[in-house]
């Protein structure tokens, strides 16, 4: 299979001012995301997982720069796009296309959908003006909207609305890839369903990659093809989606789904409840970072970062407990 997205060591490292904290003299950084490698296929839905400030938001602007990386490798069908031109990154945005979790902010108010859809036809100079009013038309029509939403504003609109109008912006451009960051958390159960089944439609009719990030494990666990599972800002678990759910490795995989009701999977339920709160990625643990709140720590997690292993073909973990 083709790999659509290839990312590889990717680094986001904010520094932290000096005398900004009481931290002596040493320049500090925080690491957002550190080394984090993993790549989408062409057509696979990519779920990447984890608590609030894990540092997934921020893999995912990183990807298009709207975030500039620190270091790594991010790769478009084989393009470099940390080092890719003007030109270039043009192209590549109009195949690589963001979906945010509150499409609302981004929808000019006094525009109506029908231009806030055509506007990224403009922008890439796509057609001329009957063109690209024909293709919005089928966008919206590809999204569930209809014909007579053309001339109607943002407010007048739900919030599931909303975010298929938000997905007409992005589809109209005919991308590969969508990289989503929490596309239904917004939305009403019922309503996200609906979103869930309209992405799965989209994706088999277009052949679209997705980058599905979410804390949500039970809708990632129907979304994607394949989970990573991040914490701290580093990958700790990757595995085929059913292998994650009826396997899981690392620790910390096992506390997020201790915490997710499945009834139809067969899995000695090793219930790990997660103790304390997420570490300061400012001052993270040293050795595995994990071993503050982990049950099985022992004393080489508090010295030495865990590198990652091989299960199978496909699941990896980082943890010590796991090494031959
Ligand atoms: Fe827990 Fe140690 Fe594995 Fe980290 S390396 S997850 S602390 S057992
Ligand atoms: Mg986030």
Do not use: W
Not at 291 to 306: D, G, L, Y
């Amino acid at each position: 299979k083709n790999k659509l997205l290839e990312v590889k060591n990717l680094k986001k490292h904010f520094p932290v001012k000096q005398g900004f904290l009481n931290i002596g003299k040493k320049q500090m950084s925080v690491k957002a995301v550190n080394n984090v490698t993993f790549h989408i296929y062409e057509g696979e839905t990519y779920g990447l997982v984890g608590e609030s400030g894990c540092g997934k938001s921020t893999v995912g602007r990183s990807l298009l720069r709207l975030i500039e990386p620190t270091d790594g490798k991010v790769l478009y069908n084989g393009q470099d796009i940390l080092n890719a031109s003007k030109k270039n990154m043009l192209d590549i945005r109009q195949k690589v296309q963001m979906v945010f979790q509150d499409p609302y902010s981004s929808l000019n108010p006094r525009k109506r959908i029908g231009k806030i859809v055509e506007e990224p036809l403009i922008i890439h100079k796509i057609g001329i003006a009957d063109e690209r009013s024909d293709v919005v038309m089928e966008t919206l029509s590809k999204v569930g909207l209809q014909l007579e939403h053309y001339y109607r504003y943002p407010h007048e609109f739900s919030g599931g609305q909303r975010q298929r109008i938000g997905l007409a912006r992005a589809l109209v451009l005919n991308p590969k890839l969508l990289i989503m960051d929490e596309p239904v958390s917004a939305l009403d159960v019922s309503i996200q369903s609906q979103v869930i089944n309209l992405l799965k439609k989209l994706q088999k009719d277009m052949s679209l990659g997705y980058l599905f990030i979410s804390h949500d494990m039970s809708v990632v666990r129907y979304m994607a093809d394949r989970i990573g599972v991040m914490y701290l800002g580093e990958l700790v678990e990757e595995a085929p989606t059913d292998e994650l759910f009826s396997n899981p490795m690392h620790p910390y995989t096992k506390a997020l789904l201790s915490a997710v009701p499945s009834p139809d999977i067969e899995r000695k339920k090793e219930e790990i409840v997660l103790k304390g709160d997420l570490p300061s990625p400012m001052n993270p643990p040293a050795g595995c970072k994990f071993h503050t709140r982990c049950p099985f720590a022992q004393k080489e997690c508090k010295q030495n970062a865990p590198k990652k292993h091989k299960i199978t073909e496909g699941h990896y973990v980082a943890c010590h407990l796991y090494k031959e």
